[in-house]
């Protein structure tokens, strides 16, 4: 394994790597132990009780960030016609049909979000290799495959901080919170509307502990372990 840099050891030198931290606690220590150069993420990860191979196991689901991400969201949408207009008035970065399709095929993926409406998905899944594995393919569970009158909802909802979470091969699920530069109550209610999403996603088929750990990060940091049970109470209400 590569040796961590000169930075992110004087990061983990702020951290007790046998305790659990308080979520607000565990907030600061974030913010305190990012050292990139640029405004990192702070990014939430969360290791399941839950087999990803089981089907009545699965979690997924999609929250609003009442504080956004803190950044700007490019948008994808893959329509035409009546749908294709709607779109594009609604402020999508990306619109249309077959030449995006070929555009993605030829490895463009300058986009953070995709969505469709129900008669492209057709074409549109045949890029499910491309974009399954990173997490950007439109989906009706996930509410990006919508008809043409809801495009202006879900394009403003993306806008203003709607992430998707997924339950991915290792049972772990990774959710971003938004930015460093947030103050703490910002980034507390981000992550309190995330956990309180993923606690409601909670599906049938899971049995006994249905979280085992959680963790903090910045995008160059080291892992904040929470605290589960206090992080777990957690209400975005």
Do not use: C
């Amino acid at each position: 394994m590569a040796r961590r840099g000169k930075n992110y050891q004087e990061a983990v030198k702020l951290l007790d790597r046998t305790k659990a931290y308080e979520p607000q606690e565990a907030i600061e220590l974030a913010k305190k132990t990012a050292h990139a150069r640029f405004d990192e993420t702070v990014e939430l990860h969360l290791r399941m009780g839950v087999d990803p191979r089981n089907a009545s196991q699965q979690v997924r689901g999609v929250v609003l960030l009442p504080y956004g991400l803190g950044r700007k969201v490019r948008i994808l949408v893959f329509a035409q016609g009546e749908a294709e207009k709607i779109a594009r008035e609604a402020g999508a970065d990306f619109v249309g049909g077959d030449e995006l399709i070929k555009k993605i095929e030829a490895g463009w993926l300058d986009f953070d979000t995709a969505m469709a409406t129900p008669d492209m998905m057709g074409k549109v899944g045949k890029l499910g290799k491309i974009l399954g594995r990173r997490g950007l393919m439109p989906n009706p569970k996930s509410g990006t495959v919508s008809s043409a009158d809801d495009l202006p909802r879900i394009i403003e909802d993306a806008r203003k901080g709607r992430v998707e979470f997924k339950l991915d091969r290792t049972s772990i699920i990774h959710v971003p919170l938004g930015k460093v530069s947030f103050d703490g109550d910002r980034l507390m209610g981000n992550l309190a509307a995330v956990i309180e999403a993923v606690v409601k996603a909670k599906p049938s088929g899971a049995k006994g502990q249905y979280v085992k750990t959680a963790s903090l990060a910045t995008s160059m940091g080291p892992g904040i372990k929470l605290d589960l049970k206090p992080t777990l109470s957690l209400s975005s209400s």
